[in-house]
């Protein structure tokens, strides 16, 4: 069983920059960011294989970049020049299976979220 716990989640006006983090226990596979805005469906925002490879969502490449401690058992997510659409509800994820990184279906387990609110 693999538990995940995001934190670091807050407001911040657009331009600025946040980190979250995303303490994992248990062994994982690919692991991600998701997130949720109300009344939307949740997205992919990025995710890194055990190996290193990432990916991105078009919508955050550039400003967002996903990384993993060496012991693989922390994930973060530095945001920077953060935009009002990037308000949202965000999920760390775990896969054991996955076969597409941006398919919420294909995670095996959730953290709870950490909110998000960027101001203009």
């Known amino acids: 069983q693999v538990q995940l716990v995001e934190s670091g989640g807050g407001s911040v006006q657009a331009g600025g920059s946040l980190r979250l983090s995303c303490a994992a226990s248990g062994f994982t596979y690919l692991m991600a960011w998701f997130r949720q805005a109300p009344g939307k469906e949740r997205e992919g925002v990025a995710a890194?294989?055990?190996?290193?490879?990432?990916y991105y969502a078009d919508s955050v490449k550039g400003r967002f970049t996903i990384s993993r401690d060496s012991a693989k058992t922390t994930l973060y997510l530095e945001m920077a020049n953060l935009k009002p659409e990037d308000t949202a509800m965000y999920y760390c994820a775990a896969a054991m299976y996955p076969t597409r990184w941006v398919s919420p279906s294909d995670y095996n387990f959730w953290g709870q979220g950490t909110q998000v609110t960027v101001s203009s």
């Open positions: 890194i294989s055990t190996s290193g490879v990432t």
